[in-house]
């Protein structure tokens, strides 16, 4: 898989600790102003909603002071399943978020999160359903 992977300009990133080699690509791919693309729950959902998410990219864009172009990916969980039937993808993409100078990585990748959730069906949103009294995006 990691061959498919890096065909389509992409590198694997190996999950369960902190990859500093991913870490230190990613913030390469930053200086050199280009766009980098991270999942943020850093796996698939597969339908289930959204599980809490990884702060990496939040540390990387205060660090780098670049934004975060949310986006939310609906109805991928039927790709393949409905075989030979076609599968309606839908994506959405929003404004970007600037990390603000007193922005912290948690509150960040939460603030990041909302955004797509509040455009999901309601069974998709998982652990951002609902927002805590007194967040505010």
Request: include cysteine; proline fraction near 7%; aromatic fraction near 8%.
């Amino acid at each position: 898989m990691s061959w498919l992977i890096r065909q389509v300009v992409a590198f694997p990133v190996h999950r369960g600790a902190s990859d500093q080699w991913a870490l230190t690509h990613s913030r390469k791919i930053l200086d050199n102003g280009l766009v980098l693309s991270i999942f943020l729950e850093g796996t698939r959902s597969r339908g289930k909603g959204l599980s809490v998410t990884k702060t990496s990219a939040a540390r990387l864009a205060i660090q780098k002071d670049v934004p975060i172009v949310p986006l939310a990916i609906i109805g991928s969980q039927y790709l393949f399943k409905k075989f030979p039937h076609r599968a309606c993808v839908q994506i959405n993409i929003f404004a970007p978020v600037h990390p603000g100078s007193e922005a912290d990585p948690l509150s960040l990748t939460d603030q990041v999160m909302f955004i797509p959730a509040g455009q999901l069906p309601l069974e998709l949103r998982g652990v951002y359903a609902e927002r805590p009294k007194g967040f505010n995006l």
